[in-house]
């Protein structure tokens, strides 16, 4: 089992949604195959707010094994058609956090239902624009040199 990324280690066992997924705690399950589970939020930002976790006990996406990561993604599509389209939403958020502000460290995706004027203003927080000090290309080079093979 990996450990998290500040280096201390992680445990299925305690993890809330591993006891989901074992069966140990209840959930409102929309969908489950081999390797994930997906269920509803008990803490929704809306109604229908879905999450998405691998069964397999990982913190982060990069953690996700390669061969699992097309059935994640595809699962996800049909995650937002199923939410769209089954509450009559205008769209959706898709939505994975990585460390900060993941309450629950499990690897899970959100798929959250949203309409014009529903009142979340998630995206609207403080911006922090390139500038002559803090040119887009350096950033860029960064974040080039530090990809895995």
């Known amino acids: 089992m990996p450990g998290s990324t500040d280096g201390r280690p992680e445990s299925a066992a305690n993890c809330a949604f591993c006891a989901i997924i074992r069966g140990d705690t209840p959930a409102t399950v929309i969908l489950e195959t081999t390797n994930l589970m997906a269920f ?11 999450l998405l976790a691998p069964k397999q006990h990982l913190r982060l996406l990069s953690d996700l094994p390669a061969e699992h990561a097309a059935e994640f993604l595809t699962t996800a599509q049909r995650l937002e058609r199923g939410v769209e389209d089954g509450l009559s939403a205008a769209g959706s958020m898709i939505l994975v ?19 014009p004027k529903d009142g979340l203003r998630f995206w609207l927080g403080p911006r922090h624009p390139y500038d002559r000090d803090h040119p887009a290309e350096e950033y860029a080079a960064k974040i080039r040199a530090a990809l895995p093979a």
Not at 40 to 50: K, S
């Open 40 to 50: 509803l939020d008990h803490r929704p930002l809306f109604r229908g707010h879905t």
């Open 97 to 115: 956090n990585n460390v900060v502000s993941q309450s629950v460290p499990h690897l899970h995706l959100h798929v959250i239902p949203r309409n």
